[in-house]
């Protein structure tokens, strides 16, 4: 069964490559160094073998990128079950019968917001009235007001696909669930987004590649479904994705909120670039 091991860049190496202890100018034969990199650099070590997996992490060190990048490859695959080893100062082992299971484990044992991440994540709430009229947000808010609150996909989509070039989110929260669980998701956004979204459907809204930003993202989602009222905001954000550069991302978007099924409310999300927000200056 192959070894792979994932670094804090987001980059995949083939644990008995000697590539990797060249790269770390490191002496370790290939197995000690996996144990090396897993403890001590925050590195994620993963074997796949006809459906199981198996992971080894160290929650109090462990790389977002390095997670992101495994949770990557696991979306790839098909899996049966997963075997989870966490070392705190023993190792424990967790077995899990999904990938869904394994990836809200994993990220649930490594809380990692750093201080360090606090200023990438700015917003600027803004009043619905003070959307211009020629905003592309208004046929979306429009089509929101004049739907009874009823998710109608068919009328929906043609109005978000020309409004903002497909780029939405849609999200469900179920009552008796803390929970807010990706349901659909458009086509419109980064290459690096576009790359990632597809395969987050059906995961909670947190568990994105840069979970930082996930856990951030929840919150409008949470205060609309609390007001039951629609929000708009102006965003700039620094994401790290797995194998990219920290990127700037500045949208307007807004929030509103539809029936679901008996006990779930579905909350779309769409959102429209406009380079010209920019929350980190200050006024004169």
Do not use: C
Not at 27 to 43: C, D, I, Q, T, W
Not at 120 to 132: A, T, V
Not at 144 to 167: C, G, H, M, T, Y
């Amino acid at each position: 069964m192959q070894t792979v091991l994932f670094d804090d860049k987001g980059d995949m190496w083939d644990a008995k490559s000697r590539s990797l202890a060249e790269e770390l100018g490191a002496s370790l034969s290939p197995g000690e160094l996996a144990k090396y990199v897993v403890r001590n650099l925050g590195f994620v070590a993963a074997a796949e073998n006809e459906g199981s997996v198996s992971v080894r992490v160290r929650p109090a060190v462990v790389s977002s990128m390095a997670l992101a990048a495994f949770i990557y490859w696991l979306h790839d695959r098909t899996v049966a079950r997963v075997l989870i080893s966490f070392l705190d100062r023993e190792w424990s082992h967790e077995l899990v019968a999904s990938r869904e299971e394994a990836v809200n484990r994993l990220l649930d044992r490594s809380r990692f917001i750093p201080r360090d991440r606090e200023g990438d994540f700015l917003k600027k709430p803004k009043r619905l009235h003070d959307l211009p009229d020629t905003s592309p947000l208004r046929a979306v808010l429009a089509a929101w007001a004049d739907s009874d609150r009823k998710f109608d996909r068919e009328r929906l989509q043609p109005v978000i696909k020309r409004a903002v070039n497909d780029r939405f989110v849609l999200v469900e929260a179920s009552e008796g669930s803390p929970s807010l669980r990706i349901k659909d998701v458009g086509a419109g956004f980064g290459t690096a987004a576009n790359s990632w979204l597809p395969r987050s459907i059906g995961l909670r809204v947190e568990d994105q590649p840069d979970y930082a930003y996930g856990k951030w993202v929840t919150m409008p989602y949470r205060q609309v479904l609390k007001t039951g009222e629609p929000s708009l905001d102006d965003v700039d954000a620094v994401i790290t994705w797995p194998q990219h550069p920290r990127i700037s991302y500045r949208y307007r978007r807004l929030v509103v909120p539809f029936g679901g099924t008996r006990d779930s409310t579905l909350l779309l999300s769409v959102t429209m670039v406009d380079p010209d927000i920019n929350l980190r200056v200050k006024p004169a």
